[in-house]
């Protein structure tokens, strides 16, 4: 073959492989859609405001969740039925999926980027897997009491790889350090009755724990975690009648803004409002329904609101400054999930039972664009990578 025609091939194969690959783009305004219904992804650009890819064969995501790579290129994927899968935002692929435990929800990404953490509910406890290869480097079964393992809820990542998280049936607050992630270290700290969810504040400190079984959030301070967990808000709802819950608040949906942190209510048509430097009750806020996320926009001038059914159409905006409810909307049927852009100029809704993403101008209330989605619920752009407890 002639040297001429070696050089064509050549330069028309490299044409082919170039042409074959995604368009090159950054991964700081990437995202993706869960939907729960199919087990699959919808990949998606925040500036454009568009989908760019679709990933399918991710199991069970009925209640599932995301977390991303420092770099923001990988997602990984925890779904309901024990599945992780590592997928790449840029290759538009999966990297890999592996069957982790029999029942999950949930996990997190070490301070490093080095480590993901699964939380299991069967069998209960936590795995840790190298972000990497996604090798399994060790496990801490959530075994409260001799024989008996506990549910774990709230795992969050916080500072020098440790994570805590807490067990439901175990009423306890755990806290784990992979610092040698094959042999871990834990803490443990008595919380309270059930705790369903816990968050970490932004700064990293504390990590609260909602209560189901009683009243109050239980808040163990990471920095001085030899003081132990204590109680908070012990005294909201004492001595009332128990209202029954349609969805239980989702905690890492709190927000903490202008130095007060907002929370839904269990049950109650409300959001509280916590001063951050007492921890003590300042003021409610009524709203239309029982609230499930309380999100703060970036910039800590609005809250956004949405509710457990009957009232999962309805959406509520408080503003900070005012202290009360300044809009109030519909934008679609069973609203599950709020995401904001990066610079909160918009929030991204997932209207379930309408199949399709809602994308909202927070200044004007308008709508920007929809993006079709099947049965979409959990919202995850790839600026979480630089968040605590994202």
């Not at 934008?331 to 039972?353: K, T």
Request: net charge positive; proline share 6%; with cysteine.
């Amino acid at each position: 073959m002639k040297p001429f025609r070696i050089l064509c091939l050549g330069l028309l194969a490299a044409l082919l492989s170039a042409c074959a690959a995604p368009p090159l783009k950054g991964t700081g305004d990437l995202g993706l859609v869960i939907e729960r219904a199919s087990g699959k992804l919808t990949l998606v650009n925040t500036t454009t405001q568009a989908p760019y890819a679709r990933i399918e064969g991710l199991g069970d995501l009925s209640h599932a969740s995301a977390v991303y790579s420092r770099d923001g290129r990988y997602a990984y994927i925890f779904g309901r039925d024990g599945g992780l899968t590592k997928v790449d935002l840029l290759a538009e692929r999966i990297v890999k999926r592996v069957m982790q435990a029999g029942n999950a929800i949930g996990g997190s990404i070490s301070q490093d980027g080095r480590i993901v953490v699964a939380q299991n509910y069967t069998p209960g406890g936590i795995k840790a897997f190298d972000a990497e290869t996604l090798e399994l480097l060790s496990e801490v079964p959530a075994e409260y009491a001799p024989g008996k393992f506990s549910k774990v809820v709230g795992l969050a990542d916080t500072a020098g790889n440790r994570f805590a998280y807490a067990l439901f049936e175990g009423g306890e607050i755990w806290v784990t350090d992979f610092s040698d992630p094959r042999q871990p270290k834990t803490e443990r700290y008595p919380a309270g009755k059930q705790p369903y969810d816990g968050l970490v504040t932004p700064d990293g400190r504390y990590f609260l724990a909602g209560l189901f079984g009683e009243d109050g959030v239980a808040m163990l301070d990471l920095w001085q975690p030899e003081k132990g967990a204590r109680k908070i808000l012990e005294n909201y709802g004492r001595g009332q009648e128990k209202l029954p819950v349609f969805k239980m608040p989702h905690l890492r949906g709190w927000s903490v803004a202008q130095g007060k942190a907002y929370l839904p209510a269990i049950g109650r048509h409300e959001v509280l409002v916590v001063d951050t430097r007492t921890w003590q009750e300042v003021v409610r806020i009524p709203v239309r329904g029982q609230p499930v996320f309380v999100m703060a926009r970036p910039d800590g001038r609005q809250i956004w609101v949405n509710f457990a059914f009957p009232d999962n159409a309805k959406l509520d905006v408080i503003d900070t400054l005012a202290g009360k409810v300044v809009q109030e909307m519909q934008p679609g049927r069973g609203i599950l999930h709020m995401e904001f852009a990066p610079r909160g100029e918009s929030v991204w809704l997932s209207a379930r039972d309408d199949n399709k993403v809602v994308i909202i101008d927070t200044q004007r209330f308008t709508v920007r664009g929809e993006i079709p989605a099947e049965s979409p619920s959990g919202i995850f752009f790839s600026t979480r990578a630089a968040r605590i407890g994202f």
